[in-house]
């Protein structure tokens, strides 16, 4: 059956899946830095559980992600260090990020998320490669679904123009 066999983890991995994996472990890195940072600047509970819940999905796809390049032997993205946890009180009001520019952030990072999960899939070779990142998409998609409702909730939600008319000819 040559390399592409049925052991999925013995099979090589395509540049396509090395670089998608090391761009992904290197994004979550950073933007779980930034979220720590969010997080500080937050003063909603419920946009805090989300950005607990956004960091926690990132980690838990890095545990999954990082042995894969380590079997293979690639070297692994830079990391920031993790933020310290600060209080709200003590951020300047006019350096602080405030809650709807968080969760428009967090909202726009959970769609390009989704779009290069896609893209992983549709790249790899190693159907254990692609079940994962379907597994990645599928949290991104419930992330983003709570995301909306949260928006619309707090009235964060800015819509474009909306088109009621209607031309029924």
């Known amino acids: 059956m040559g390399i592409l066999g049925r052991n999925q983890k ?3 991995l395509n540049y396509g ?4 994996i090391w761009t992904n472990i290197g994004t979550n890195h950073g933007l779980i830095a930034a979220y720590q940072t969010f997080y500080n600047h937050t003063g909603d509970a ?5 950005i607990e819940e956004a960091i926690t999905m990132m980690e838990e796809e890095n545990k999954q992600l990082i042995p894969v390049l380590k079997t293979n ?7 920031p260090p993790e933020r310290p946890i600060a209080q709200l009180e003590h951020i300047p009001a006019g350096a602080r990020f405030n809650d709807p520019e968080i969760s428009a952030a967090l909202s726009m990072d959970t769609v390009k998320g989704l779009m290069a999960c896609s893209t ?8 254990d490669i692609a ?6 998409h599928y949290s991104k998609a ?4 709570k995301l909306l ?8 939600l800015v819509p474009p123009p909306l088109h009621t008319q209607m031309n029924l000819q």
């Open 142 to 145: 419930q992330l983003g679904a």
């Open 46 to 50: 419920d946009l805090r559980k989300l």
């Open 120 to 127: 992983a899939m549709g790249l790899c070779t190693r159907e």
């Open 10 to 12: 013995a099979e090589p």
């Open 131 to 136: 079940m994962m990142y379907g597994q990645f």
């Open 149 to 156: 409702r949260l928006n619309k909730s707090k009235g964060w």
């Open 17 to 20: 899946e090395v670089f998608t």
């Open 73 to 79: 032997g690639i070297g692994l993205p830079p990391a």
